[in-house]
């Protein structure tokens, strides 16, 4: 079975600070990753996601990810964050069938 | 592109009736969509997966006939809470899966509470 682990719960950062939020998957097939951000009371948008191809991806609003298979993590990193990135970030993974598998969900909060 | 739209955003129900939520792809077609339930400050949970034509797939704990889901086209799922009770209170979230993509793309969401 598929699983996502995200290791940080909550993530406080100053604005213009670079921060990473962190992702580990366990599957035993290919799987595709992703990364949503949801703001409050708001569906969940998507950042970038990993498909095939270059290990390295870039998103939306200056995010990027490594997929890093050895390791089996995607974790998701920008170099420096502004107050407007607080929001809360979901790492899912999915199988071919296209069912998602959610982390637990990290908070960021940025600070002035 | 790929924009996903639910109606009602929020809905206030008594007890025991029924709410019906709308999840439409609005710029592609969607064989797939699914359906989640998200609790105050954690993860989102998959109820169903929807296909267009068939019956849904409802996963482990989820009780089809209290939530009942038709995916009439390949644009329109619907999720109807029949006689809902307070614990159904919560944030319900649909997505499309975009087959050119292999993406899903969630709509806004639906606040349901159910006095």
């Known amino acids: 079975a598929q699983s996502v682990t995200q290791l940080d719960s909550q993530v406080p950062v100053f604005e213009e600070a670079p921060v990473e939020l962190r992702c580990n998957y366990s599957s035993s097939v290919s799987v595709y990753l992703f990364w949503y951000v949801q703001y409050p009371n708001q569906g969940l948008q998507l950042l970038l996601k990993?498909?095939?191809?270059?290990?390295l991806v870039k998103g939306i609003n200056g995010f990027e990810a490594e997929f890093n298979k050895s390791q089996t993590s995607f974790h998701l990193r920008k170099p420096s964050v502004h107050i407007s990135d607080t929001a809360e970030y979901f790492c899912a993974v999915s199988e071919i069938t296209g069912k998602l598998i959610f982390g637990q969900g990290t908070t960021l909060q940025v600070k002035p | 592109g790929a924009v996903v739209s639910q109606h009602p955003s929020w809905v206030i129900c008594k007890s025991g009736t029924s709410v019906k939520i709308e999840c439409r792809s609005l710029d592609f077609q969607a064989t797939t969509m699914f359906w989640y339930r998200q609790f105050p400050k954690q993860s989102l949970m998959l109820m169903a997966t929807?296909?267009?034509?068939?019956?849904?797939?409802?996963e482990q704990g989820v009780e089809k006939d209290k939530f009942l889901i038709n995916h009439a086209s390949l644009t329109l799922s619907t999720l109807t809470v029949t006689s809902a009770h307070p614990e159904d209170s919560s944030f319900y979230i649909c997505?499309?899966?975009?087959?050119?993509?292999?993406?899903?793309?969630f709509g806004p969401g639906t606040r349901l509470t159910v006095l």
């Open positions: 929807s296909n267009e034509g068939s019956k849904a797939t409802y």
């Open positions: 997505s499309a899966r975009s087959p050119n993509t292999d993406t899903q793309y």
């Open positions: 990993y498909l095939s191809g270059s290990t």
